[in-house]
């Protein structure tokens, strides 16, 4: 039956950068990431005979072949799975401040990948619903869950999805710095691809990803915010050095970046326990206490605007909403 079905974002603290399989996005590394209370997508599929192609209609607005196209490949493996032939149409919602400019895929995917589930009515597990919203989006296989979770990148398509590994249910928050954007970013999918195929730095950046993970998952156990903030910044960091030596080269960070990560490093010289993190753009995630959040926020004040930090809490995984 059509359900609306609500699937929150993650912000990856091990970050996925790469895939081992393009087609059915195997990636090259495990990655670990918290989701969110404060960004989500709302979506329902609806099964029409009388449609002649599949339909997306986002915000109210009909979406155009393009941005079908990662939908489409989870609803036709849909349709494989269950039989069906009909076209679908796709009505989703996002709860992302319209000046965030923060990519959706990873909500968009798991909420369509949850909605199709029940349009379909396949009834598959948690499980199947993350490699299912994998091979839309890599990072929307971790928002089928909530809290911290891992995406295990297996060697297959059975073998690759995410698994919840701690609720976040300590005191853990993250801080969102929008900044704005200065010229059109390279999209990750194209940015990883190039990164694997032409950075001398993604082999130094595979060889120590055992290690953050391991280190990582410890730190969790431990709820230790310092080991946590601490893993994940120079995680990203490392990240974010192989996009420098591909070829032709690009970064993600804006000068208005290096503003908010030096204005993290400063707050940490003021004994905040505060670590950032960044991923395909320019903006800033802050991890930090939820309870220090607060003056934090105002601290960041002084180098942004009100309306350019939003607090996020962790959220939840995956629900299916009353109609
Ligand atoms: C992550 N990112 O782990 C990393 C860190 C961006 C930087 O997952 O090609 O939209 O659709 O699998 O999931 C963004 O990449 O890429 C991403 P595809 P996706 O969150």
């Known amino acids: 039956m059509s359900k609306w079905v609500r699937a929150h974002t993650n912000i990856a603290l091990i970050k996925y ?8 996005i195997i ?7 918290l989701t969110l209370d404060a960004f989500y997508t709302d ?14 209609i986002l915000d109210g607005e009909e979406q155009d072949a393009s941005a079908l196209k990662k939908v489409s490949t989870i609803l036709d493996i849909v349709r494989n799975k269950a ?3 009909d076209y679908a149409l796709v009505e989703s919602i996002n709860y992302v401040p319209t000046a965030a400019g923060l990519a959706s895929s990873a909500s968009g995917l798991a909420a369509l990948a949850g909605a199709a589930n029940e349009a379909s009515e396949l009834n598959l597990s948690a499980q199947e619903l993350s490699r299912l919203a994998r091979r839309g989006s890599g990072s929307a296989s971790r928002s089928i869950y909530g809290g911290f979770v891992e995406w295990e990148k297996g060697i297959n398509d059975e073998t ?11 005191d853990i928050g993250m801080l969102f710095i929008i900044v704005k954007q200065a010229k059109k970013e390279v999209s990750s999918r194209d940015g990883m691809q190039r990164t694997v195929t032409t950075s001398p730095f993604y082999a130094g950046w595979l060889s120590t990803l055992d290690q953050d993970l391991t280190d990582m998952k410890l730190s969790i ?15 990203a960091l490392k990240m974010h050095a192989t996009t420098l030596g591909a070829q032709p080269p690009f970064t993600y960070w804006t ?17 905040y326990s505060v ?8 903006n800033v995630k802050v991890i930090c206490k939820q309870s220090e959040m607060d003056k934090i926020k105002k601290a960041l004040l002084a180098y942004f605007d009100e309306e350019q930090i939003i607090s996020a809490k962790p959220g939840p995984g995956i629900q299916v909403l009353e109609n």
């Open 275 to 282: 670590y950032f993190t960044m991923d395909a753009g320019p």
């Open 27 to 33: 990636p090259k590394n495990n990655s670990l990431s």
């Open 17 to 24: 950068w790469g895939k081992e399989d393009e087609e059915f």
């Open 160 to 170: 690759s999805f995410a698994h919840p590994i701690d609720n976040a249910n300590w």
């Open 221 to 235: 156990a431990e709820q230790n915010i310092d080991k946590v903030g601490a893993i994940a910044e120079r995680n």
């Open 83 to 85: 039989e069906l032939t």
């Open 43 to 56: 979506t329902r599929v609806t099964f029409d005979s009388s449609l002649k192609e599949d339909q997306l």
């Open 255 to 271: 000068a208005d970046s290096m503003i908010a990560m030096d204005a993290v490093r400063k707050l940490r010289k003021e004994n």
